[in-house]
């Protein structure tokens, strides 16, 4: 990894395969002083970026990373992958129950099956392996914004927790594997409160997406009624999972979040004050670790308006923390 910024040890930006018609980005992300690329699939599987990653052309983009002296990491919903759906025929008791009572295999797990726990853990480890290589980190959450499971044992416990039990189950396949590996517990969506029951373990770390905050002011503004309730819970998280490890996962970069994720994409509105006070609020939390999606920022992008903020972002961290009164 680069040279370090500030209190930022980690400082980066999260693709997809079509951003990648832009040709330059590692080039860019090292020239703006970011040290870390992550890879995402938009709407589909882990398996389309593998896909992507064993060929010619991902491999030439890997090559690209490295050279640039940038990490490489993978950011992924892969819940609907580590439990393939073709398994509810083999066992429907792995698979979510609905509010009504019946067995679905249309999202998430049953975190009650110790089955599915098995099998997803397997599973991520089988991924992990494909998608190297990277910094012993996994990001390999539950399924975008989708119910988790609500069979008697279940509903007792929250998203939250569901999802927590999901996370030490990947950690566990993953560890055989990685005997190094790390495990996000992402808090996005119906996951942004603490679990309630469920403790984690070593080796899981926070991973913040605030989704639905404005970013016309800074999240920490008084005056900003959904940041304060987002403010809330983050500071509920971060006595729950403490910041050791732990990252930001922003929206300041993402086309498709600004656009409704309908293309044509819109430009940028996020401005660099609102990126430089978030990052400081961040730092005064804890956190050294941020990145941002860079969602649609696509080759289409930069001729319909130029280069993103790309620089100005790099330019936000800051170079030393100054803590708050």
């Given at each position: 990894?680069?040279?370090?910024?500030?209190p930022?040890?980690?400082?980066?930006?999260?693709?997809?395969?079509?951003?990648?018609?832009?040709?330059?980005?590692?080039?860019?992300?090292?020239?703006?002083?970011?040290?870390?690329?992550a890879?995402?699939?938009?709407g589909?599987?882990?398996?389309?970026?593998?896909?992507?990653?064993?060929?010619?052309?991902?491999?030439?983009?890997?090559?690209?990373?490295?050279?640039?002296?940038?990490?490489l990491?993978?950011?992924?919903?892969?819940?609907?992958?580590l439990?393939?759906?073709?398994?509810?025929?083999?066992?429907?008791?792995?698979?979510?129950?609905?509010?009504?009572?019946?067995?679905?295999?249309?999202?998430?797990l049953?975190?009650?099956?110790?089955?599915?726990?098995?099998?997803?853990?397997?599973?991520?480890?089988?991924?992990?392996?494909?998608?190297?290589?990277?910094?012993?980190r996994?990001?390999?959450?539950?399924?975008?914004?989708?119910?988790?499971?609500?069979?008697p044992?279940c509903?007792?416990?929250?998203?939250?927790?569901?999802?927590?039990?999901a996370?030490?189950?990947?950690?566990?396949?993953?560890?055989?594997?990685?005997?190094r590996?790390?495990?996000?517990?992402?808090?996005?969506?119906?996951?942004?409160t603490?679990?309630?029951?469920?403790?984690?373990?070593?080796?899981?770390?926070?991973?913040?997406?605030?989704?639905?905050?404005?970013?016309?002011?800074?999240?920490?503004?008084?005056?900003?009624?959904?940041n304060?309730?987002?403010?809330?819970?983050l500071r509920r998280?971060?006595?729950?999972?403490?910041?050791?490890g732990?990252?930001?996962?922003e929206?300041?970069?993402?086309?498709?979040?600004?656009s409704?994720?309908?293309?044509?994409?819109?430009?940028l509105?996020?401005t660099?004050?609102?990126?430089?006070?978030?990052?400081?609020?961040?730092?005064?939390?804890?956190?050294?670790?941020?990145?941002?999606?860079?969602v649609?920022?696509?080759?289409?992008?930069?001729?319909?308006?130029?280069?993103?903020?790309?620089?100005?972002?790099?330019?936000?961290?800051?170079?030393?923390?100054?803590?708050?009164?």
């Amino acid at each position: 990894m680069s040279q370090t910024s500030g209190p930022y040890e980690a400082r980066g930006i999260v693709l997809t395969e079509p951003d990648l018609s832009y040709p330059h980005w590692p080039e860019l992300v090292a020239q703006c002083g970011l040290n870390v690329i992550a890879l995402h699939v938009l709407g589909g599987p882990p398996s389309k970026l593998v896909s992507f990653v064993e060929t010619d052309g991902g491999q030439a983009f890997l090559n690209q990373v490295a050279a640039a002296g940038l990490d490489l990491e993978y950011e992924l919903h892969a819940c609907g992958e580590l439990l393939p759906r073709e398994l509810f025929e083999r066992d429907p008791e792995m698979f979510r129950m609905d509010e009504d009572g019946e067995r679905k295999p249309d999202c998430n797990l049953c975190v009650s099956s110790p089955a599915a726990l098995e099998v997803i853990g397997e599973n991520a480890a089988k991924l992990a392996a494909r998608l190297t290589p990277t910094t012993h980190r996994y990001y390999y959450w539950g399924d975008d914004g989708r119910p988790w499971c609500r069979c008697p044992t279940c509903r007792e416990l929250s998203p939250a927790d569901q999802n927590l039990v999901a996370v030490h189950a990947i950690l566990r396949g993953l560890r055989e594997f990685d005997p190094r590996a790390r495990a996000a517990a992402l808090a996005y969506h119906d996951t942004l409160t603490p679990p309630e029951h469920i403790a984690p373990e070593p080796g899981v770390f926070l991973e913040y997406a605030p989704i639905r905050r404005s970013w016309e002011v800074p999240l920490n503004d008084p005056d900003c009624a959904a940041n304060r309730e987002h403010v809330a819970s983050l500071r509920r998280l971060v006595e729950f999972f403490g910041t050791e490890g732990a990252q930001v996962l922003e929206y300041w970069l993402d086309a498709s979040r600004h656009s409704g994720w309908k293309r044509p994409a819109k430009m940028l509105p996020v401005t660099p004050e609102v990126m430089a006070a978030d990052l400081e609020f961040y730092a005064s939390l804890g956190f050294r670790r941020a990145t941002t999606f860079g969602v649609f920022l696509d080759q289409e992008y930069f001729d319909m308006y130029g280069p993103p903020p790309v620089k100005e972002y790099g330019a936000a961290f800051p170079s030393r923390y100054r803590p708050r009164s």
